[in-house]
């Protein structure tokens, strides 16, 4: 019994000892791959803007700062192409640029893509500034939307611009002069030309050779602080735009948005001429609220909105009076005027083309004069049901009126009324009516017979 006991314990105690064992070399082998285990991957978030620059692409950057700056992000890349955009945009951006907790990459790519305009002032305003061969960027002189101004005002907004640009350029350790020939007199540089000037820090390949070429790097932010980059690498982590960016994104562009405001008008027109259709008006009200929208997002000319209500105001006229073509004429070249100068964009791609404009201006203009005038053609046309469509008949008298009787009128059998007493089979044209009673009167002289003496002297 005794050694049995014994024989148990000496099992247990090998047992024990084999798990100590296991969890010894377990523990140990767990610590040698964490040592081993390289660090965790940097994470760079990644931004395309591919279009012009206006609130849209303004509104997609704020977004993805804030992003870049919840996930924990090393930067934001901000692959761009743009010919430009407007002001206020731009300086949205710059701002949102300037303030940003994550440092910011701006890269001009791919090979053929421009920072221009607005975009230079957005690639000069990022921590690190790369350009791709074969690309471009400069041309920032302001462009006035509404026209040339004068000489004074044009000094203010340039002075004003070269300002906000020296404000950060030189922080960014640029040089301000070549910075200021881009913004004054619209000079361009290529991706070497630019590197050579000190506009831009260095020229890559791709994204992966970008980041390879700053990691390690320290950049100085605005507030003073020094950062320095571990990008090499780095995971890149693509952010696309949301379905509110895509719509908007479509909607801003001028040409779309004004066909939808020409379309939605003939949908709401078109309600109004065939009462409790409903889908016409509920269609055409939300095209035109839409086009209201996406115009509200751009810079507009109360002087065009004018030229479009004097346009609808000549092509009504021309339906209800009859100007034989030429109020027409008039409303479609005020159409046409009116959708051409209605954004006032400073560069192309944000304004109305011109064959959009021409196209939109003489279809609209034609549907709106032809609808109208069959409106106005179908209220001014005789009723031809009841009394009211025997106004103007010819009337045969069946009997004598006087001044009462009855009279055939279109193989219909009428009582009538006269002013003056006519004999039977006499010829009358009706002239009104009282509810079911018709008002006649003798058509021509030259009956025969008292009532005949009557008409005459009714009429003399």
Request: charged residues 20%; proline residues 4%; negative net charge.
């Amino acid at each position: 019994m005794r050694q049995a006991m014994q024989r148990n314990w000496t099992s247990a105690g090998l047992i024990a000892a084999g798990l100590w064992t296991v969890l010894g070399v377990g523990i140990c082998a767990q610590a040698r791959a964490a040592q081993s285990t390289p660090a965790q991957q940097p994470v760079v978030d990644k931004l395309v803007l591919d279009d012009t620059i206006q609130p849209v692409s303004a509104d997609e950057l704020t977004r993805a700062l804030a992003r870049a700056s919840s996930d924990g992000a090393q930067a934001l890349l901000i692959e761009m192409n743009t010919p430009g955009g407007l002001l206020d945009s731009m300086r949205e951006m710059v701002g949102a640029i300037l303030r940003s907790r994550v440092p910011v990459i701006v890269y001009v790519a791919p090979p053929g893509a421009r920072a221009g305009s607005a975009g230079f002032f957005i690639l000069e305003s990022a921590d690190v500034a790369a350009m791709a061969p074969g690309t471009e960027a400069g041309a920032a002189h302001v462009v006035f939307e509404m026209g040339k101004p004068g000489d004074i005002e044009m000094q203010k907004v340039e002075n004003d611009a070269e300002a906000f640009m020296r404000s950060y350029v030189t922080k960014r350790g640029r040089n301000a002069d070549a910075a200021q020939a881009a913004e004054k007199s619209s000079h361009s540089y290529t991706a070497e030309e630019a590197l050579d000037e000190h506009l831009i820090d260095l020229i890559a390949n791709s994204d992966a050779e970008l980041l390879r070429a700053i990691d390690g790097r320290t950049v100085t932010r605005m507030d003073g602080s020094t950062t320095t980059l571990h990008v090499a690498g780095a995971r890149i982590v693509l952010i696309k735009p949301t379905l509110r960016d895509e719509l908007l994104g479509w909607l801003v562009d001028p040409n779309i948005a004004l066909l939808f405001l020409v379309g939605g008008a003939l949908l709401i027109y078109l309600e109004f001429n065939s009462p409790g259709t409903i889908v016409p008006g509920a269609l055409g009200t939300l095209m035109v609220l839409l086009a209201i929208f996406a115009l509200n997002l751009l810079p507009i000319r109360y002087t065009a909105v004018m030229l479009l209500v004097g346009a609808m105001v000549l092509l009504i006229l021309e339906a209800k009076v009859g100007g034989h073509g030429a109020l027409a004429i008039a409303g479609i070249v005020c159409l046409t005027f009116g959708t051409l100068t209605l954004v006032a964009a400073p560069i192309p791609q944000l304004r109305v083309s011109p064959w959009v404009a021409l196209s939109v201006s003489v279809a609209f203009g034609g549907i709106t004069w032809f609808l109208v005038r069959l409106a106005v053609r179908a209220r001014r046309r005789k009723v031809r049901t009841g009394a009211d469509a025997m106004v103007g008949a010819t009337a045969t008298a069946m009997e004598a009126l006087a001044p009462q009787g009855h009279v055939l009128v279109e193989g219909e059998i009428w009582r009538a009324e006269t002013s003056a007493p006519v004999a039977a089979g006499a010829t009358l044209r009706v002239v009104g009516h009282d509810e079911m009673l018709l008002r006649v009167e003798p058509q021509e002289t030259g009956i025969t017979g008292q009532g005949s003496e009557i008409s005459r002297s009714v009429q003399g």
